[in-house]
T-cell receptor, first 111, second 115 residues
Framework: QQQVKQSPQSLIVQKGGISIINCAYE??????FPWYQQFPGKGPALLIA?????SEKKEGRFTISFNKSAKQFSLHIMDSQPGDSATYFC??????????FGKGTKLSVKP | DTAVSQTPKYLVTQMGNDKSIKCEQN?????MYWYKQDSKKFLKIMFS???????INETVPNRFSPKSPDKAHLNLHINSLELGDSAVYFC??????????????FGEGSRLTVL
């Protein structure tokens, strides 16, 4: 019940396309859902986050869509660029509890 | 100025040896963590310290011992290294509020290879 299931494991998108990464969870007590971006040789860094009281949050080309009833949330990257090529992790936590990470999606954006 | 710095960046050692990884954060955060990232990129929390006190200790062999001399430092000591300990170890910090854990700030990782 503490798991966060992430798909796909890898994704190849053409430059300018839309990248979509999905996550699902079981624990309805989760109340914080961040996405982290990790470039090779670097630590993960927070990209965008959402709380369950909103269904969507947009920051530039990055949007989180949240479906509370389905217990799913997704990351959309519009106009994907080669510089977006990285591994993306969804995560979830309850209050002050530790973050539970999904298994990651390796995104490659082809020029 | 690096917010979360960890040393060494690379560590190659023989099975059975003991090694340490050091971490320092200059963000003034109260909480520090160690995460392990395996070859499949899976990120798993190992330990969490809040103001030098152990908060989370996930199912980790007792060969792994964290030590926090002050709230800006969290070191990881590993005894009797095994092949399966090969991974990238990330230190992170956050400012925990009444509401949530807050943003995690990660170091650049320490790649441990056990031969």
């Amino acid at each position: 019940q503490q798991q966060v299931k992430q798909s796909p494991q890898s994704l190849i998108v053409q430059k300018g396309g839309i990248s979509i990464i999905n996550c699902a969870y079981e624990n309805t007590a989760f109340d914080y859902f961040p996405w982290y971006q990790q470039f090779p040789g670097k630590g993960p860094a927070l990209l965008i986050a959402i709380r369950p009281d909103v269904s969507e949050k947009k920051e530039g080309r990055f949007t989180i869509s949240f479906n509370k009833s389905a217990k799913q949330f997704s990351l959309h990257i519009m106009d994907s660029q080669p510089g977006d090529s990285a591994t993306y992790f969804c995560a979830a936590s309850v209050g002050q509890g530790n973050l539970i990470f999904g298994k990651g999606t390796k995104l490659s954006v082809k020029p | 100025d690096t917010a979360v710095s960890q040393t060494p960046k690379y560590l190659v050692t023989q099975m059975g040896n003991d090694k340490s990884i050091k971490c320092e954060q200059n963000l003034g955060h109260d909480t520090m963590y160690w995460y392990k990232q395996d070859s499949k990129k899976f990120l798993k929390i190992m330990f969490s310290y809040n103001n030098k006190e152990l908060i989370i200790n996930e199912t980790v062999p007792n060969r792994f011992s964290p030590k926090s001399p002050d709230k800006a430092h969290l070191n990881l000591h590993i005894n009797s290294l095994e092949l399966g300990d090969s991974a990238v170890y990330f230190c992170a910090s956050s400012q925990v509020t009444l509401r949530d854990t807050g943003e995690l700030f990660f170091g650049e990782g320490s790649r441990l290879t056990v031969l």
